[in-house]
């Protein structure tokens, strides 16, 4: 047996216990935020450690982004698992029921999906997250992160091991593969007597390939090109702000835009004041010939250009004729992650929100709101950019199954 067969299995066992907690679930996941907090110079030794490893090996801007803990980043974790503590449990929760003409009384209720698997990247805060998210409902967790995060993921995992342990349940309700080579990654993908489902959060390469391999069933999150309409309609100053916020707050993250669309009728106004807020960031702009004409600083776009996820400060940026043609832009490029109309046209914005196909699509709103802490769902496992189980940021009603319960008095068919 393999060291991950046999964390499955030590999963599967844990999972039985699990499915029957009640108050010890919110009892755990407290305790795994007063550890958090308490264990915080812990915790940042350890990230330190991954930082400078990364640094050493030439990682980007966007992943050291992506990867570096701070106080206030360890504070956002625990009270994301505090909101989590605090939400409604789902399990045994009635989505419908009623009686049959024959008597049977049907009713379909939530239940844990089993045992999740998740493969991420450099980001350690998805390891209290994940974690925190699958343990409310009633899931346990084998998590396996990336060889840049691997001290910090190990560090957090120790501590909300003792603090779930602490709260009478198993500590292996969440478990940390040990190797990050790509070997575990591939053997994840055919843990299928183990595993229930495998979530992939990561980079467009990580998902592609584990959406393409696994024989595990996969719900699929993360890729995230994201984009700004800015219509005929819009008030040019709005749209700045809200192309700034989009794309700078935090360029490594999935949210972020890559590419704007302007109409023809305003560009001439907007792109100049659009670009004089970006360049508070140097933000590089990557535009067509029509863009390229009223913004001498911009470098011309290529094809590449309007399918890139950069992950940085950089932007494709692109003149078109109508909303018409801004919608088939995005239903050419986008990856289904979010998408923005910044308007004050009603009838064009009921006509994008109807006719844009992503999980989150916003009318003179950041895409940066794509959040499950912002959804007020305190965290979450991922943003889900596929259609089956759940779309958008998956929280604890999205990490649950059904089945039906059936009560009759001896009728028979």
Known sequence: MTALEQMGQQAKIAARKLAFAEHEKNQALLAIAQALRE?????????????????????????????????????????????????????????????????????QVRVPLGVIGIIYEARPNVTADAAALCLKAGNVVILRGGKEAFHSNQCITNVMRYAIASAGLPADCVQLVQDTSRESAKEMMGLTGYLDVLIPRGGAGLIRSVVENSRVPVIQTGAGNCHVYVDQFAKVDMAADIIFNAKTSRPSVCNTIETILVHEAIADQALPVIAEKLKEKNVVLHGCERTCAILPE??????????????????????????????????QYSTGHSECIVTENYQNAMLFTAQVDSAAVYVNASTR????????????????????????????DQLTSTKFIIQGNGQIR
Request: hydrophobic share 40%.
């Open 298 to 331: 911009a470098v011309l776009a290529t094809e590449a250009d309007w399918e890139t996820e950069y992950l940085d400060y950089q932007l494709a940026v692109r003149v078109v004729d109508s909303i018409g043609e801004a919608m088939d832009h995005i239903a």
């Open 369 to 396: 709101f794509t959040d499950g802490g912002e959804f007020g769902m305190g965290a979450e496992i991922g943003i889900s950019t596929q259609k089956l189980h759940a779309r958008g940021p998956m929280g604890v």
């Open 39 to 107: 264990q915080e110079a812990n915790i940042l030794a350890a990230n330190e450690q991954d930082l400078q490893e990364a640094k050493n090996n030439g990682m980007n801007k966007a992943m050291l982004d992506r990867l570096t803990l701070n106080h206030d980043r360890i504070e956002g974790m625990a009270k994301g698992v505090e909101q989590i503590a605090g939400q409604k449990d789902p399990i045994g929760t009635i989505v419908e029921g009623g009686r049959l003409e024959n008597g049977l009384r049907i009713q």
